[in-house]
């Protein structure tokens, strides 16, 4: 709901965001977020679990695997 907002006032400002709620970790949808990854050339991972050793991490190195040479800047 946070980030709903969030990439609402990006919206406002002319700032265009595209929010991919996972569900569920198994099986994740790395395809989605693959597809957005290569339209917009940037990630932000936003998940409550611990720093080190949660599943953002693995989101990260998939991304990086499959989409580096799309990314404008580092996976935030």
């Known amino acids: ?9 990006a919206q406002e400002i ?4 595209e929010v991919i709620d996972l569900r569920s ?17 940037r990630l932000l991972i936003n998940h409550e679990a611990p720093l080190t ?3 953002a991490s693995e989101i990260a190195a998939t991304v990086q695997e499959k ?3 799309y990314l404008e800047s580092p996976i935030a």
């Open 1 to 9: 709901e946070i980030l709903e907002k969030a990439a609402d006032m």
């Open 14 to 17: 002319g700032i265009s965001c």
């Open 25 to 41: 970790i198994l099986p994740w949808d790395a395809d989605t977020i693959c597809e957005s990854v290569m339209k917009t050339g």
């Open 53 to 55: 050793g949660g599943f």
């Open 67 to 69: 989409c580096f040479l």
